[in-house]
C-alpha cells in the first residue's frame, strides 16, 4: 500500500514539474515572439491547436495570415497531458483578412507592443494527477506585457 501511495506522489510531482516546464516555454516563447513583432514591426500571431501550437505572421500586401519560415515561430506539439483552455475576448481589435483565409491566429501580437486580451490556462489532463489546483496562467490584459501566474503565486511574484 505505500509503495502505491509512494508511486501515485512521485508520478503526479513528475507531472507537476512536467507542466511547470510546458508552461515556462510557452511563456518564453510568447514573450520572445512578442518582442519579435515589435523589433521587426510586424504583427505575429498564436495559433492553438488541438495537440500543437505555431506562431504566425500577418502578410500586409496579401492582407493574410501565413506560416513564417523561421525556427523559432515553428509548430510544437503539446504533451497528451496537457490541457490548455483558452479565454480570449471575441471582440478584440483583429487585423482585416479575407473570411476564407485558412489561418485565424487565436491571439495576435502587434508592432505596437499590445495584444488580444486573453487568458490560456495550463493544467494536467491526467486521472493520477492531483491538478484541481494546481493551475498555471498566462495573461494579457492586451495593453500590459505578458504576465506568468504560477500556482499558489501571485501574479507579480517572480518565477
Same mark, same amino acid.
Given at each position: 500500500m505505500?509503495?502505491?501511495l509512494a508511486t501515485f506522489t512521485l508520478g503526479g510531482n513528475s507531472l507537476r514539474?512536467?507542466?511547470?516546464?510546458?508552461?515556462q516555454k510557452l511563456f518564453l516563447l510568447m514573450q520572445t515572439v512578442?518582442?519579435?513583432?515589435?523589433?521587426?514591426?510586424? $504583427? @505575429?500571431g498564436l495559433v492553438l491547436e488541438e495537440d500543437a501550437y505555431r506562431f504566425v505572421a500577418y502578410d500586409e500586401?496579401?492582407?493574410s495570415w501565413k506560416p513564417s519560415g523561421e525556427r523559432l515561430y515553428r509548430q510544437r506539439k503539446m504533451p497528451e497531458w496537457l490541457v490548455v483552455t483558452e479565454y480570449i475576448?471575441?471582440?478584440?481589435?483583429r487585423l482585416a483578412s479575407s473570411e476564407d483565409d485558412e489561418i485565424r491566429p487565436d491571439i495576435v501580437l502587434f508592432s505596437s507592443g499590445e495584444a488580444t486580451p486573453? $487568458? @490560456?490556462?495550463l493544467t494536467l489532463d491526467s486521472p493520477s494527477a492531483v491538478n484541481d489546483d494546481y493551475v498555471h496562467?498566462?495573461?494579457?490584459?492586451?495593453?500590459s506585457p505578458i504576465e506568468w501566474q504560477h500556482p499558489g503565486r501571485e501574479a507579480s511574484e517572480e518565477p
Open positions: 505505500l509503495v502505491a514539474r512536467d507542466l511547470d516546464n510546458e508552461a512578442s518582442e519579435q513583432a515589435i523589433i521587426n514591426n510586424t $504583427e @505575429l500586401q496579401r492582407g475576448e471575441n471582440d478584440a481589435p486573453f $487568458e @490560456l490556462e496562467r498566462i495573461v494579457s490584459d492586451g495593453v
